[in-house]
C-alpha cells in the first residue's frame, strides 16, 4: 500500500506542466533517435548527460524517462518500415513487420506494434512498482562483498549471455574495466595509467567513451559499408487494426510481456532472449498458416517483450544499482553525476525521484500511444533523410556532447581513438555494451572489494561469507558455463524444425 | 584486414528463419587478420596492466589492498581473454560483424571513407578553440558528407553551416553549454 501512495506522490510531482514538457520533448526525442538508424537510446542519453549539468534531477530523469521508452519505440518502426536488418532485439519484430508492410497493412503493424509497446510498458512498469520495494527489503542487508558479487555477475551477465560470442563479449568487457582504472584512485588518491596527461586525472569522461563507441563507432562501421542508393521506406498506409487483429493481437501481447520482463528483470537483461522466444511461441501456437507471410502475432509478441524487457532492466537499476544494458549504465551514470549512488538505499533516500521516475514511465508511455500512431508521417520523413547527412549530423553531435563536458579539445582527440576502438569492435562481432558496463561498473567494483577485503583484514573467504553473495557468485558461473552448453543444446533442437 | 569478397551469387532470401538469426552462420573466410592485431593489441594492454599497476605508488596508510590489487586483477583477466581470442581467431574463429539498417554486409570495406572522416574529425577538433565551434563543425559535416558520397560540397556545407549554427545558438544562448562560437558568430550575437 505505501508504495502506491509514493506512486501517487509520483504522479504529482511528475505532472506539472514543466514536468511534462521534459517528459515530451524526451518522448519525441527519444521516438526521434530511436527510428533514426546508426543511434540508439544509449547514445541519446550520453549526449544529454552534459545537460545534467544544468538541469535538476527530477527534470532530467523525466526526460531519460521518455528518451527510455521513446528509443524503444522508434526502434520497432524502423525494423517494420526499413526492408534492411537493424539492432538485434528488433529483428524478430522486423521479420513479421516488414512482410506485412510489403502486404500493404503496415499500418496495421505499426499499430500493434504501437499497442503492444504500451500494453507490455504499462504492465512492466506497473510491475517495475511492485517488485522495487519487495527488492530493495530484500536486498538492504547487503555489504560490500555482496555488492561485488553483484557487479560480477553483471558483468559476466551482460559479456556472455548476450551477443554471439561470449570471448568477444569478455574482450569488450575488459576494454571498458581498463578505461575505468585510467584516473585517479578513489580511495587513496594515487594516479593510474594517466600517461602523464594532467587531463587523465580526473578519469576518462563517461560521456566521450559512450559516444565514441557508440556514435562514433558506428559512423566509421556504416561509413565502411555504406548501403548506396535511395532509402527505401515501405508504405505505413493501408487499414488499421481490424476487429481481428485486435483479437489476434492481444494474447501474444501478454505473452510476449510475460517473457520480456522476468528477462530484463533478472540481472541477465537484454531483449534479445525473451523476443526471440516470443516469436518461436507465437509462431507455434498460431492456427493461421500466416507466418512467413506477414502475421500479425509475431509483431504483436515480440515488441510486447522488447518494451517489457526495458521495464525490467529498471527494477535491478533501481533497487541494486546494477546495470545490465548500456541505456541503464549510461543511466546509472547520470545517478553518479548528481552524486547519487544508485543501490538499495536509493528508494529510501531519493524515494520522491525515483517514484517521480517511474510515474512518468507511465506517462511517457501514454504520450507515445497518443503521439506516434498520427506522426507516423514524420519519422517517415526521417527515415528517409540521405545517409551522408545523417552520419555527418551524428558525427556533429558527438562533438557537441563531448566538447561540452570538459571544453577540452583533448576530448575530441580521445573521442576519434575510442571511436575508431568502437569501429574495429563492430566490425569483427565485439559488443559495445560490456565496455561501457566496465567502465561504469568497474570501478564500482572495484570499491567495495576493496571495502569487503579492508573490512575483514585481506581474508578472501570474506567474499563468500554470505549466502547471497554465494547464490549471486553461482549464477555468474552458470551464466559462463550455461550459454555455450545451451547453444550447444539448441543447435541440435533447432534443425528439424 | 578482412577481404570483402562479394557473397556468392546464388540469390539470398530475405527474410532468415529465427534459428538461421540465431545461429548467424559465418562463412569461412580466411584467417582475420585485422581480429588477430586487435586480440594481441588487448593481450598487450593486459602485460601492460600489469607492469603498469607494478609502478603505483602505495601510499603508506594502505594496509591490505591497495591501488595495485585491482589493476592486477583486470590485467591478469585481459591477457587471458586477449590470448585465448587470439589463438581461436588463428584458428579461424570469426565473429559475425554487426549488422545495421544501413551496413550493406556485401559491400567492400570503403577504408577511403573511414580515412577521410577520421582526419576530417581530427581536423575539427584541433581548429575548434581557433576558428570556434560552428565554423570547424561545418568543414567536417562537408567533408563527411562529401566522403559518403553526397554530390557536390556546396549543399553538404551550407546544410552543415545553418545546423551548426542553430545547434550553437540553442546550446550555448538558450542552455548555456560552452562551445567557443568563433569571433564572428560571439561578436553578432553578443547582445544575446
Redesign the interface.
Known amino acids: 500500500m505505501d508504495a502506491f501512495f509514493q506512486l501517487a506522490q509520483g504522479f504529482a510531482d511528475a505532472v506539472t506542466p514543466i514536468n511534462l514538457l521534459f517528459a515530451l520533448i524526451g518522448t519525441l526525442l527519444g521516438t526521434a533517435v530511436g527510428v533514426l538508424?546508426?543511434i540508439g537510446p544509449a547514445m541519446t542519453v550520453a549526449l544529454l548527460l552534459?545537460?545534467t549539468y544544468?538541469l535538476e534531477p527530477t527534470g532530467a530523469f523525466i526526460m531519460f524517462a521518455g528518451i527510455y521508452y521513446g528509443g524503444m519505440y522508434g526502434g520497432s518502426t524502423?525494423s517494420i518500415l526499413?526492408?534492411?536488418?537493424?539492432?538485434?532485439s528488433s529483428?524478430?519484430t522486423a521479420?513479421e513487420g516488414?512482410?506485412m508492410a510489403k502486404a500493404g497493412r503496415g499500418a496495421a503493424a505499426l499499430g500493434t506494434a504501437a499497442i503492444g509497446s504500451f500494453v507490455a510498458g504499462t504492465i512492466g512498469t506497473l510491475l517495475l512498482a511492485l517488485v522495487a520495494p519487495a527488492v530493495v527489503t530484500l536486498a538492504v542487508a547487503i555489504g560490500p562483498a555482496d555488492y561485488f558479487a553483484l557487479a560480477l555477475l553483471a558483468f559476466v551477465a551482460v559479456s556472455t549471455v548476450l551477443g554471439?560470442?561470449p570471448?568477444?563479449g569478455?574482450?569488450s568487457l575488459?576494454?571498458g574495466?581498463?578505461l575505468g582504472?585510467v584516473g585517479t584512485?578513489l580511495?587513496?588518491?594515487?594516479?593510474?595509467?594517466t600517461f602523464r596527461i594532467p587531463q587523465l586525472a580526473d578519469g576518462i569522461d563517461v560521456v566521450v567513451v559512450a559516444v565514441a563507441l557508440f556514435a562514433?563507432g558506428?559512423?566509421?562501421?556504416?561509413?565502411?559499408?555504406?548501403?548506396?542508393g535511395p532509402v527505401e521506406v515501405m508504405s505505413s498506409s493501408g487499414s488499421f487494426m481490424t476487429r481481428e487483429d485486435f483479437r489476434r493481437s492481444w494474447k501474444p501481447w501478454l505473452r510476449g510481456t510475460a517473457f520480456g520482463f522476468p528477462f530484463g528483470a533478472l540481472p541477465a537483461g537484454g531483449a534479445e532472449i525473451p523476443t526471440?522466444l516470443s516469436?518461436?511461441t507465437e509462431?507455434r501456437l498460431s492456427k493461421h498458416d500466416e507466418f512467413?507471410r506477414g502475421a500479425i502475432e509475431g509483431v504483436a509478441g515480440p515488441e510486447a517483450a522488447n518494451n517489457a524487457a526495458a521495464a525490467g532492466v529498471l527494477v535491478p537499476l533501481l533497487t541494486l544499482g546494477l546495470p545490465t544494458s548500456a541505456t541503464a549504465a549510461i543511466l546509472l551514470a547520470a545517478f553518479q553525476g548528481y552524486g547519487i549512488q544508485p543501490g538499495p538505499t536509493l528508494l529510501t533516500t531519493e524515494s520522491s525521484l525515483v517514484w517521480t521516475l517511474i510515474a512518468s514511465l507511465f506517462i511517457g508511455n501514454t504520450m507515445l500511444l497518443v503521439l506516434n500512431l498520427p506522426l507516423v508521417g514524420v519519422w517517415v520523413k526521417l527515415l528517409k533523410i540521405?545517409?551522408?547527412?545523417l552520419?555527418?549530423?551524428i558525427?556533429?553531435?558527438a562533438?557537441?556532447g563531448s566538447?561540452?563536458v570538459n571544453?577540452d579539445?583533448l576530448d575530441?582527440?580521445l573521442?576519434?581513438v575510442i571511436?575508431?576502438l568502437g569501429?574495429?569492435?563492430?566490425?569483427?562481432?565485439?559488443p559495445v555494451a560490456p565496455a561501457v558496463i566496465g567502465l561504469i561498473l568497474?570501478p564500482v567494483a572495484?570499491t567495495n572489494?576493496?571495502r569487503a577485503?579492508?573490512i575483514s583484514?585481506?581474508d578472501v573467504s570474506v567474499l563468500v561469507s554470505s549466502p547471497f553473495s554465494i547464490v549471486v557468485l553461482v549464477v555468474a558461473v552458470l551464466a559462463v558455463v550455461g550459454p555455450p552448453l545451451l547453444r550447444r543444446f539448441?543447435?541440435r533442437e533447432?534443425?528439424p524444425? | 584486414m578482412s577481404t570483402g569478397e562479394p557473397a556468392p551469387a546464388a540469390p539470398r532470401t530475405r527474410t532468415p528463419e529465427p534459428w538461421e538469426v540465431e545461429e548467424a552462420g559465418v562463412p569461412r573466410r580466411p584467417r582475420n587478420w585485422g581480429e588477430l592485431a586487435l586480440s594481441t593489441l588487448l593481450l598487450l594492454l593486459g602485460v601492460y596492466l600489469v607492469i603498469g599497476a607494478g609502478g603505483i605508488a602505495i601510499p603508506g596508510s594502505s594496509n591490505t589492498v591497495g591501488p595495485r590489487f585491482f589493476p592486477y586483477l583486470v590485467g591478469a583477466a585481459t591477457i587471458v581473454v586477449g590470448g585465448v581470442l587470439a589463438l581461436r581467431v588463428l584458428r579461424g574463429d570469426q565473429g559475425p560483424e554487426e549488422a545495421g539498417e544501413d551496413v550493406d554486409p556485401d559491400a567492400k570495406t570503403s577504408w577511403r571513407a573511414v580515412g577521410i572522416i577520421a582526419l576530417a574529425f581530427l581536423a575539427h577538433a584541433l581548429l575548434i578553440n581557433v576558428i570556434g565551434w560552428p565554423l570547424s563543425v561545418t568543414l567536417m559535416f562537408g567533408v563527411v558528407a562529401w566522403a559518403l558520397g553526397s554530390r557536390g560540397i556546396i549543399r553538404p556545407l551550407l546544410t552543415g553551416g545553418i545546423v551548426s549554427v542553430v545547434v550553437w545558438l540553442v546550446f550555448v544562448k538558450a542552455l548555456g553549454v560552452l562551445l567557443p562560437g568563433g569571433i564572428l558568430l560571439e561578436l553578432a550575437t553578443g547582445w544575446l
Open positions: 538508424p546508426g552534459p545537460i544544468v524502423t526499413l526492408n534492411t536488418p537493424g539492432e538485434s529483428i524478430m521479420l516488414n512482410l554471439a560470442s570471448l568477444r569478455l574482450a575488459c576494454i574495466l581498463f582504472l584512485d580511495l587513496t588518491g594515487q594516479q593510474r595509467f562514433v558506428e559512423a566509421l562501421h556504416v561509413a565502411s559499408r555504406l548501403r548506396h526471440f516469436y518461436a509462431r512467413g540521405p545517409r551522408p547527412y552520419y555527418a549530423g558525427l556533429m553531435f562533438s557537441l566538447y561540452a571544453a579539445p575530441l582527440v573521442l576519434l571511436g575508431l569501429f574495429a569492435m563492430r566490425r569483427f562481432g565485439w568497474g572495484e572489494l576493496r577485503l579492508a583484514d585481506g539448441r543447435r533447432a534443425v524444425a
